[in-house]
């Protein structure tokens, strides 16, 4: 059964400092691997994709990496800011879905909390 | 990128009433649609899969009398919380997207409080 931690679950940091988000599997045949952004009381909001192929991808400043073998994954936020506070979930489609519509195990989430 | 949009966004109700819940692709043609809750301090927790024309599946433990699904179109699915308790409030999230490979769009969630 795949399941999918986040660690730490909540991380307050003073504004412009660089950090690491964690995020482990214990299933590593996944298709690929998501970082999602939740506001308080609002939807999600896709970060990055990674495909199982990849082992990193980058957006402005957010750096995600997967590491298949080890079942991990650690988003990075460089230069952080008052306006990345929010907490931040990764999620995995279940295993062999067979490539049709994917269903996706969340972590509990890192609410992160950034000051200025 | 696809947008999706959820009907209405938040919710309140008193104990035993239904309510429905709509979420839409609004550039996009979904086949699947996809209905998560949310419970305070919990993660996202999948509900049950939406197939245009046909029955939804649910995950174990989701009562399909109580949570009735309807995916009617291509591009429109809806989540009727029928005689709602109040241990039924929580954040509701719909997504749609394609295959296991590409991104999920997730709906803005709505928030239902029963009273």
């Known amino acids: 059964k795949q399941e999918v931690t986040q660690i730490p679950a909540a991380l307050s940091v003073p504004e412009g400092e660089n950090l690491v988000l964690n995020c482990s599997f214990t299933d590593s045949a996944i298709y690929n691997l998501q970082w999602f952004r939740q506001d308080p009381g609002k939807g999600l909001t896709s970060l990055l994709l990674?495909?199982?192929?990849?082992r990193e991808q980058t957006s402005g400043r957010l750096n995600a990496s997967l590491d298949k073998s080890s079942g991990r994954s650690t988003l990075y936020i460089a230069a952080s800011q008052p306006g990345d506070s929010a907490t931040y979930l990764c999620a995995v489609p279940l295993p062999h879905y067979g490539g049709s519509q994917g269903n996706l195990i969340f972590g509990k989430g890192t609410k992160l909390s950034v000051k200025p | 990128g696809a947008v999706v949009s959820q009907h209405p966004s938040r919710v309140i109700c008193k104990s035993g009433t239904s309510v429905k819940i709509e979420c839409r692709s609004l550039?996009?043609?979904?086949?699947?649609m996809f209905w998560y809750r949310q419970f305070p301090k919990q993660s996202l927790m999948l509900m049950a899969t939406s197939n245009e024309g046909s029955k939804a599946t649910y995950e174990q433990g989701v009562e399909k009398d109580k949570f009735l699904i309807n995916h009617a179109s291509l591009t429109l699915s809806t989540l009727t919380v029928t005689s709602a308790h109040p241990e039924d409030s929580s954040f509701y999230i719909c997504?749609?997207?394609?295959?296991?490979?590409?991104?999920?769009?997730f709906g803005p969630g709505t928030r239902l409080t029963v009273l």
């Open positions: 550039d996009f043609q979904a086949t699947t």
């Open positions: 990674i495909q199982s192929s990849q």
């Open positions: 997504s749609a997207g394609g295959s296991a490979t590409d991104t999920q769009y």
